[in-house]
């Protein structure tokens, strides 16, 4: 499936489960849509700084319908595409800097190991 696609099932995807909570009358869903919308709105950091930390997080947790969603939503709200590149080059070294400070035990291991 090509991005494209793969972008509008998304879209697809996510309005029809958020029209069936609706409609089930899921409390649970009404709180995160309440809790979404303080969320993102304007404080210290503005809408558009959220929803980039945000479509960096979807980046490191592999969320791909979070990627599209915060992505699109940060666009809206102004980001160039030049911010949201940097937001992804930022979750790309939050992903790959956990696997440095994991190899500070794996050096210790292989020291114990190796008897040093």
């Known amino acids: 499936m090509n991005s494209t696609s793969r972008i509008t099932e998304l879209n697809r995807q996510r309005k029809v489960a958020n029209a069936r909570l609706a409609r089930l009358n899921s ?7 309440e809790m ?5 709105c304007d404080g210290a950091l503005s809408k558009k700084h959220k929803e980039l930390i945000a479509a960096a997080i979807g980046v490191v947790t592999n969320c791909e319908s979070c ?3 915060h992505i ?3 666009v809206m709200e102004g980001a160039t595409e030049q911010e949201v590149l940097e937001a992804i080059e930022v979750a790309i070294e939050m992903g790959i800097g956990p696997a ?3 190899a500070r035990f794996a050096l210790e291991a292989m020291d114990q190991s ?3």
């Open 100 to 102: 440095t400070v994991n």
């Open 36 to 40: 979404e919308k303080v969320t993102y």
């Open 114 to 116: 190796f008897k040093k």
């Open 67 to 69: 990627m599209q969603w």
């Open 27 to 33: 409390m649970v869903y009404k709180a995160f849509l």
């Open 72 to 74: 699109e939503q940060a």
